[in-house]
């Protein structure tokens, strides 16, 4: 006899094996909730460039037992360098003593996004339920459940799909069709609607041999006229770097997305002979590219991250606070996903019929509600960043020395563990062997937060009223 919808286990389907996708299903697998994850791969290991994991990603992970392995395979953060593109030094920073940090005495770690993908996958111990070559054509829900169908033929239902697929999310858009062609939502006397991607920027993402005279463990960062740089070194001196390139200031048009290196060499050439460090230019580590890739850089922010049984995390709800220059892509992902899985254990505990449609909206909406103040502000400084990094215009190029001189107290508090950062509610909080006390115990009391933030926070509002008086 097939159970009733009130004996079974919540069920939740999750499209994406992504960074956010596999923390969830990490997530959940210390709770009561059944789950799957559709992958439109076949490879579990994606490509990409490096990334940072910050305390705030890093406690998260040691929760889940995966902290160790990301040591392991990263490489500490021990500097941060600004420079301006002649090669003049603004500041360097070192990273180790950053107040965070110290704090929290989770250090920040250079890591390959495949690296960290292949330990969200490897450590996972429910491979059977993560299905790869399953491409998401088209989501139907109903009173009860949803079923997601695959492009294969294959199909799956469950209680809530949750759309961890990138920028490009399916599960977004179908969201947003079931908005307004099937239930015609209104808020007052508008219909809501989603937000258009821009794509002001272009990035160019890239994978580079070792050079001797970059330190492992260092950071890069490079302000220029129209474009800045972000170069980081890690495992094996590894060079991952980053170029974000204003679309409006370009001297030749450029593709859209392109991977062909024919191409990139266009693109990049009139940044060949620009200082990313004091005796180090571009060419040097372009001429050592083992891979590349230039991506539009998009910026959205959602209006909805859930509706029905939709609900969306990571790049496909909040897109602009993952653009490099902040280097909490990764950290947001990570901490999305825990935060979600916390509301649904919660609902999951909490209900006698757990497919209950009226309970499951609410509960989504207080986390989206909550999750939405965190991702605003990160929202807002991520395209202050982006802007006054890769200017062409020279008033905010008068910012850029500030921003520079600001950077230890910009990372210290961005990366921060707070009242407002997430954790797995329902797992112990981590006792670092080299810290005295527990980190997890060490959040920031509000009256401190507050008074801390006001370095960033003029910082912030002096970027906001020159970017509203050029228009930008």
């Not at 239902?157 to 069709?177: C, E, F, K, N, P």
């Not at 891979?291 to 029905?308: A, H, I, K, N």
């Amino acid at each position: 006899m097939s159970k009733t919808d009130s004996q079974r286990p919540f069920h939740v389907i999750i499209v994406g094996a992504s960074i956010a996708g596999l923390t969830l299903a990490h997530c959940l697998s210390s709770t009561s909730i059944d789950f799957t994850v559709l992958e439109a791969r076949s490879d579990p290991f994606s490509d990409g460039a490096g990334l940072t994991i910050s305390p705030n990603g890093a406690r998260i992970l040691d929760q889940l037992g995966l902290y160790q392995d990301v040591l392991d395979q990263g490489e500490r953060m021990v500097s941060h360098s600004t420079w301006i593109e002649n090669g003049h030094l603004l500041r360097r920073v070192d990273t180790r003593q950053i107040r965070s940090v110290r704090r929290t005495h989770y250090p920040l770690i250079i890591i390959s996004r495949r690296a960290l993908l292949g330990i969200l996958y490897t450590r996972f111990q429910r491979r059977s339920c993560l299905s790869f070559g399953r491409r998401v054509c088209r989501i139907e829900p109903s009173a009860k459940e949803v079923t997601v169908c695959s492009a294969d033929g294959s199909s799956v239902s469950g209680d809530l799909v949750v759309g961890a697929d990138g920028v490009y999310s399916t599960v977004r858009t179908q969201m947003w069709h079931h908005i307004n062609n099937v239930d015609n939502a209104f808020v007052g006397l508008y219909r809501l609607s989603e937000v258009p991607l821009t794509d002001s920027f272009a990035g160019v993402f890239g994978t580079s041999q070792s050079m001797p005279s970059l330190e492992r463990g260092s950071v890069h960062r490079t302000y220029g006229h129209g474009w800045s740089t972000i170069i980081m070194i890690g495992k094996d001196s590894k060079v991952f770097w980053f170029i974000s390139i204003a679309r409006a200031g370009a001297s030749q048009a450029m593709p859209h997305r392109s991977s062909d290196r024919a191409c990139l060499a266009r693109v990049v050439e009139p940044l060949l002979e620009k200082h990313i460090a004091c005796n180090v230019k571009f060419g040097e580590i372009f001429d050592r590219t083992e891979s590349c890739m230039l991506v539009p850089l998009e910026e959205s922010l959602q209006t909805r991250w859930s509706w029905g049984r939709f609900v969306g995390i990571g790049d496909a709800v909040h897109k602009a606070s993952m653009t490099p220059n902040l280097a909490e892509g990764a950290n947001c992902a990570i901490e999305s996903a825990a935060s979600l899985a916390n509301y649904l254990s919660a609902f999951a505990r909490g209900s006698t019929s757990s497919s209950t449609q009226e309970r499951l909206d609410l509960t989504l909406k207080i986390w989206e509600d909550s999750r939405k103040r965190r991702i605003k502000s990160l929202f807002i400084v991520s395209q202050c960043a982006a802007r006054i990094e890769a200017t062409t215009s020279w008033v905010l190029m008068l910012l850029q020395t500030f921003v520079g001189l600001m950077h230890e107290t910009g990372i210290g508090l961005l990366t921060d563990i707070t009242s407002r950062t997430a954790r797995v509610d329902y797992l112990p909080l981590p006792r670092r062997r080299d810290a005295e006390h527990d980190p997890g115990n060490k959040e920031e009391p509000r009256g401190n937060m507050q008074l801390s933030t006001l370095p960033l926070t003029a910082t912030v509002s002096l970027m906001l009223y020159v970017l509203h008086a050029l228009g930008m």
